[in-house]
């Protein structure tokens, strides 16, 4: 069983950082990718930003430029560097990781964490 524990969500007024962090824990041999998704209110969920195993990131079109995605693999934790935040930005925001749980099977699963709510607004 794999767990991913969030911090660093919060209020925050426009134009100001907040830094996201997902840390994953247990049954995990290989982590494979890792991204950040958000649900706005009364919205689907969409992807924010991912990285791959090789450190190749990819950005959503409404954040690429603020957002900073990244990846420590020693500590299999990925963060989110959010910059320049704006009130659209206000969503519970999700980590997400691919991974493997055995060196003896190529079978890949994924795990969700549990949210963080960021809230800009003055």
């Known amino acids: 069983q794999v767990q991913l524990v969030e911090s660093g969500g919060g209020l925050v007024q426009p134009g100001k950082s907040l830094n996201l962090s997902c840390a994953a824990s247990?049954?995990?041999?290989?982590?494979?990718?890792m991204a950040w998704y958000r649900q706005a209110p009364g919205k689907e969920r969409a992807l924010v930003a991912n990285?791959?195993?090789?450190?190749?990131?990819n950005y959503g079109d409404s954040v690429r430029g603020r957002f900073t995605i990244s990846r420590d693999n020693a500590k299999n934790t990925v963060y989110l560097q959010m910059n320049s935040l704006k009130p659209e930005d206000t969503a519970v925001y999700y980590c997400?990781?691919?991974?493997?749980?055995?060196?003896?099977?190529?079978?890949?699963?994924?795990?969700w964490g549990q949210g963080t709510l960021v809230i800009v607004s003055s």
């Open positions: 990285i791959t195993s090789g450190s190749a990131t």
């Open positions: 997400n990781v691919v991974f493997r749980s055995s060196r003896w099977s190529g079978a890949l699963s994924a795990a």
């Open positions: 247990g049954s995990i041999y290989t982590i494979n990718g």
